[in-house]
């Protein structure tokens, strides 16, 4: 099997698709000759042509409303947004216009377009770079959220993601992007969305968590287990719509959660998570849910991102609470 | 004889007839539908009325067959002629199940139909824009000899939405006819608050394609300058913009009351342009209607919007259950 950073899982995501059905269009800012900022999309255009992989001018607005063109006229568009900071130019396009689209047309039309776009903290970019915007397009009914935390979950991901008839805005968390490489198959496999996955089995306390937290809530688990704490870590993969059966069957076997989310605590998902576990499992649980979350203020310049971050030394002080509460 | 101006641009009489027809068609729904409101059996009319000319003669001009449509919320007269029904845009103005558009779901004017072509739209304005290039990105991909058609306000030609699209496929030389309905009004905001150039059809040159303002009160007028665009774009020549210079005749909605912010004399001064009356005219005077074929048309016409409101009133609703289907696949 290959060994691939989770970068390279994403462009071969891409390429088999490509290959594989040709109304799958790849477009958005520097994505053809420049191969995209991160290089996600390089060369792709040099294998499937300009008429595949272009260049857009620089207008957000424009790539998500052209997409839609393009879906209604059978394509399968995945437009790139350069840093997901910028969907702000574009709101409208995904939560107001591509969400709806099956809804309000009377199950007539849909918007099968899966955005990607790079977000997250830890690599030294500044606020409306860096800034975990996903609680704003999960508020939305009708677009799917997904955030893979390793390059087989992206690849597996990325192809369900662009096979799905909804539209799907798949974040791709930049710390993550040549952090460190897994195990991934060169064949085309999917991975169903709307599942969460236990990435570490355990018994004492469920950590719920996705993206780039998946890796402190495991680096948490690791120091823990010498303390013979037991930790079980759920990735959801994709955060719209979640897979609360896989908590709450946990949360039955734990009794304590914590959940961990990377955004502000008045943001994100760690909020509707909580709410859900205490409404249905609320007999299950020995300590009240706690969240991990960053403050409640705008993402910080570079030199304050380390301190304002949350990490798996805020995960092992949470996890403590709750165990002894 | 000299010939005849509808001749001169290769329409027949038949045709004049018909484009006639469906103008005063759109009047009379979007009259129904005020009488609806004020009765109190419908809960929202957003009007088409000054402003039919431009639509049916611009969709005369395209291949109503194939060509798409991106209109917005005042084209009546653009949705009828592209072949929605009298009835199907009643059921939407009484947001019944069997409404076309939405099945009840959207608001009323918020066209759509995919067998007709007709792209389904969002209440902020101006984001049928880019989609409308999105149909023409994908026509040009395709080879396909059709052209996208979008239509907007003058307000609408003010958001980001038509900066962004008209840029687009003035680049990729998409097949692209843009038209902007220019009524003089966004909703109370005269057009001297709204742009600081003379003619929307200015702005064409910003984006590398040919800007037109036509007289949108002459059908005839309207349908020269599309036909030509989308000679233009069949021909890979790119986009086009139109301005139709036209009025409004009614509030911007039920909702609203015009007399708080416009001398209601210059509503009645352009009624005396009205274009349903000016095309009957020319009609009359080509020989093509005479006053008794004209009263057969009216009545005709009121038979059928008759008939689209008896059978859209007594339609069921959908039931309530209904509204919570159709978010995701199922």
Not at chain 1, 106 to 132: K, M, W, Y
Not at chain 1, 211 to 228: D, F, I, R, W
Not at chain 2, 253 to 278: C, F, G, W
Request: glycine letters at 8%.
């Amino acid at each position: 099997m290959a060994q691939m950073t989770m970068i390279q899982a994403i462009t071969d995501a891409l390429r088999i698709e490509l290959k594989n059905d040709e109304n799958v269009l790849v477009f958005g800012e520097d994505v053809g000759k420049n191969g995209g900022v991160f290089r996600a999309t390089e060369g792709l255009q040099d294998e499937f042509g300009e008429k595949r992989v272009f260049d857009t001018p620089l207008a957000e607005s424009a790539i998500n409303g052209l997409a839609i063109g393009l879906a209604l006229e059978g394509f399968r568009p995945v437009p790139e947004i350069q840093f997901f900071g910028f969907v702000y130019e574009t709101m409208d396009a995904i939560n107001g216009q591509m969400a709806r689209m099956r809804y309000r047309s009377g199950n007539t039309e849909s918007a099968p377009i899966t955005i990607r776009s790079p977000f997250g903290g830890g690599v030294n970019t500044p606020e409306l770079h860096a800034d975990s915007l996903e609680g704003l397009i999960a508020q939305q009914p009708g677009v799917k959220v997904v955030i893979p935390s390793t390059p087989y979950d992206a690849k597996g991901l990325l192809l369900a993601s662009i096979r799905d008839n909804d539209p799907v805005v798949f974040l791709e968390h930049m710390k993550l992007y040549r952090s460190f490489r897994g195990e991934v198959p060169e064949e085309e496999y999917t991975i169903e969305l709307g599942k969460a996955d236990v990435k570490r089995e355990g018994k004492d306390v469920t950590i719920v968590t996705y993206g780039a937290m998946v890796h402190s809530a495991l680096k948490a688990a690791e120091q823990l287990e010498k303390e013979n704490i037991d930790l079980e870590v759920i990735d959801l993969r994709t955060v719209s719509p979640i897979d609360y059966e896989t908590i709450i069957e946990s949360v039955q076997k734990t009794n304590r959660v914590v959940v961990v989310q990377e955004a502000q605590r008045q943001a994100g998902i760690a909020a509707n998570v909580a709410a859900e576990i205490q409404e249905r499992a609320i007999l299950h649980l020995e300590a009240p849910v706690i969240r991990v979350t960053a403050p409640d203020t705008v993402y910080p310049f570079s030199e304050a991102e380390k301190a304002w971050l949350p990490n798996d030394k805020d995960i092992i002080e949470k996890v403590k609470y709750v165990l002894n509460f | 004889m000299t010939k005849k101006r509808h001749e001169s641009l290769g329409l027949s009489d038949e045709q004049v007839i018909e484009m006639y027809k469906m103008m005063l068609l759109a009047r009379k729904v979007d009259e129904r539908m005020w009488l609806l409101n004020r009765a109190g059996k419908i809960p929202f009319v957003i009007s088409c009325q000054g402003q039919e000319a431009a639509q049916v003669g611009a969709s005369f001009a395209l291949n109503r067959d194939e060509d798409y449509v991106a209109p917005y919320y005042r084209d009546l007269g653009v949705v009828l002629a592209f072949g929605m029904t009298a009835r199907e845009l009643m059921l939407a103005a009484f947001a019944k199940a069997e409404d076309p558009n939405s099945g009840g779901r959207q608001m009323p004017s918020h066209f759509g139909q995919k067998k007709n072509r007709i792209l389904t739209g969002s209440s902020p304005v101006t984001t049928q824009v880019p989609h409308a290039v999105g149909v023409g990105l994908a026509a040009k991909m395709e080879e396909k000899e059709i052209v996208s058609f979008v239509t907007l306000g003058e307000g609408s030609s003010n958001q980001g939405d038509f900066h962004e699209g008209l840029n687009f496929a003035g680049v990729h030389k998409l097949p692209v006819i843009t038209m902007v309905e220019n009524n003089g009004y966004a909703i109370s905001v005269p057009l001297d608050k709204q742009l600081a150039c003379e003619s929307i059809a200015d702005r064409g040159i910003g984006y590398g394609m040919p800007g037109i303002s036509v007289d949108g009160n002459d059908p005839l007028k309207v349908y020269e300058v599309v036909k030509n665009a989308r000679e233009r774009a069949i021909n890979g020549e790119g986009p086009t913009l139109i301005e139709a210079r036209t009025a409004r005749f009614t509030a911007h909605s039920s909702d609203d009351d015009d007399s708080t912010y416009r001398d209601m004399q210059e509503v009645e001064k352009a009624r005396e342009n009205d274009p349903i009356l000016t095309f009957a005219t020319y009609l009359k005077e080509a020989d093509v209607l005479t006053d008794d074929s004209l009263k057969e048309i009216d009545d005709a016409l009121k038979k059928i919007v008759n008939e689209a409101t008896d059978y859209a009133e007594n339609a069921p609703f959908a039931e309530p259950e209904s509204a919570l289907k159709y978010v995701y696949e199922e």
